[in-house]
């Protein structure tokens, strides 16, 4: 039984995160709940950071704040030191809305729209990571407009696939996100961006993929940055100062799931590139990394009531939870696989061979099939761990299910840091329809 963070088997037999038993979180807060583990979310900042203080290198660890966006997770990342990558302008929000130092924040996006652009050039946020050139030209004008010299970094596409699930993969050519490196658009934008009175270009950056294990993909990428550099070095003279080498760190998720340690990427990727730029006769720059998923991701664990089993003999045994696909989208989205325990049966034997289905009307809504647990009933709690990294930022109200709340647990102390939504909340926006209204 593989454990994450602080999660233990405490004497009750249950499982217990941050010293908090999870039987009583489940029983004071409702289910489904989200429980982050505070120090192991810590944890893992520091040993980004840590990683990269040992380098010698001058960097950024970005906290890719889409894997989970909310005011309690921006302030800790701000707590850690690391910067923040932001992808709209509701990230946006809620990093300023938590107190987030503006300029440690790096603003994503394949189609940034022009109020979210004024929002962050209002914000003086650090830099703009941008993507296009429609978006380059607006926000040139947007610059200028405001008579401001904005910090840029251009997302470039390496075309590198990373071993990665199709949809989660960015880095390749045939990619939506970025300017092309191999059809010389990213030395076209870079050029346009070096030029430009407004804009003050740092560098390029590139993300391959999502939930990666191996360092080759990132070698590739930091290779072909570094070629591109040179280029363009060689024809407009221009110098970066700094190269954003992305996110992607994996985590394990099921047994099977072989990912690096912090340490190991930030050793591969600043070794990498002292020795691309060496070869290249250029500068070290500073090294910027976006790690969303494996900063969060196996820190959260989410709690849910068993309710109905059904079991058809020879075929399954369904075992259906009070949440699903709402509260966590990635199996019936990417076929993504987890474990889970029966909190309040730690110590029985897991022998009972079940699929775990959420409570939407879709077939699809399944979060696990065949797994081992001990033999459940009615009112025991599910756990499933690894949940923390595109589970609550994907949630949703399908079947208008309100989305769970959230707490942060350490030292045995819980604290709500997102409410559950109510029925109220489900209404919120709708407005009755009004016949008086219709002009005819
Ligand atoms: N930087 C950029 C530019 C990205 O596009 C992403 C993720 C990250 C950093 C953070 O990647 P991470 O370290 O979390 O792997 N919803 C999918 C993941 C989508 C990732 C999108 N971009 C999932 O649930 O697996």
Known sequence: MYMHGTSRI??????????????????????????????????????????????????????????????????????????????????????????????????????????????????????????????????EELAEASNKIVQVLLRVTPGVEAHTHEYISTGQQDSKFGFDVLSGQALQAMETAYRSASLKLLGVHSHIGSQIFETDGFLIAIARLVDLLKQARESFGF????????????????????????????????????EELDKASLPLPEIWIEPGRSIVGDAGTTLYRIGSIKEIPGVRKYVAVDGGMTDNLRPALYEARYEAFIANRMKEEAD?????????????????????????????????????????????????????????????????????????DIIRHDRPLNRQHVHR
């Open 239 to 274: 110098i970066s100062e700094v190269l954003n080498v992305g996110g992607g760190f994996g985590i394990r998720y099921v047994e099977g799931d072989t990912p690096l340690s912090p340490e190991e990427y930030v050793k591969a990727i600043t070794k990498a590139v002292r």
């Open 10 to 139: 405490n004497e009750r037999g249950h499982l217990e995160i941050g010293g908090c038993d999870t039987t009583e979180l489940a029983q004071q807060f409702g289910t489904p709940l989200y429980v982050y583990d505070e120090a192991f979310i810590r944890n893992k900042c520091r040993a980004f950071v840590k990683a990269f203080e040992e380098s010698g290198f001058k960097f950024q660890v970005a906290y890719a704040s889409k894997a989970f966006s909310t005011l309690a997770m921006c302030k800790l990342a701000e707590e850690e030191g690391l910067s923040l990558d932001v992808v709209s302008g509701g990230e946006l929000y809620t990093a300023l809305q938590a107190g987030f130092p503006a300029d440690r924040i790096h603003f994503h996006g394949n189609n940034k729209s022009l109020e979210e652009i004024q929002m962050a050039l209002d914000a003086n946020i650090g830099c703009f990571v941008v993507d296009n050139f429609y978006e380059l030209a607006m926000l």
């Open 352 to 424: 009972d061979l079940v699929s775990i289905a959420g409570k939407c009307c879709e077939s699809g809504d399944m979060l696990i099939w065949d797994v081992k647990l001990p033999k459940g009933t009615a009112g025991d709690i599910l756990a499933v761990p690894c949940t923390g990294a595109y589970g609550y930022a994907m949630a949703n109200n399908y079947n208008r299910i309100a989305k769970p709340a959230v707490v942060f647990v350490k030292d045995g102390e819980a604290d709500v840091v997102v409410e559950r939504e109510s029925l109220n």
